[in-house]
């Protein structure tokens, strides 16, 4: 069992930045891939970005790609979701999720019914 915290979520204007942090409660998080998703109002869980175990590989949703940047720490099991140049659309819950089923080190799972833990979320609201 793996408890996920989320952090760091608020109201920014659009243009500006936020950094999430995902903190686990084991220490082996190293086993696990990791992802963050978000889930607007009416909307399904979408992913944005995730971390294979070693953090050698990273894949980004495109609506994201070159303004969010997914790492980790495994020494402090955490893992970080920085948001840049946020826009009005990223609102929304996020969340972290680990999956420990991934067979491959070097993939990154996409679909949300992948990943077995997940966090309870932190609300992300971007002012226009």
């Known amino acids: 069992q793996v408890q996920l915290v989320e952090s760091g979520g608020g109201l920014v204007q659009a243009g500006g930045s936020l950094r999430l942090s995902c903190a686990a409660s084991r220490r082996t998080l190293s086993r696990y891939t990791m992802g963050w998703f978000h889930q607007a109002p009416g909307k399904e869980r979408e992913f944005v970005a995730g971390i294979t175990r070693s953090g050698e590989n990273t894949y980004e949703a495109d609506s994201v790609k070159d303004r969010f940047t997914i790492s980790r720490d495994n020494a402090k099991n955490t893992v970080y979701l920085q948001m840049n140049s946020l826009k009005p659309e990223d609102t929304a819950v996020y969340f972290c999720?680990?999956?420990?089923?991934?067979?491959?080190?070097?993939?990154?799972?996409?679909?949300?019914?992948?990943?077995?833990?997940w966090g309870q979320g932190t609300q992300v609201t971007v002012s226009s």
């Open positions: 999720a680990a999956a420990g089923s991934v067979a491959s080190r070097y993939i990154v799972p996409t679909r949300a019914l992948e990943y077995d833990y």
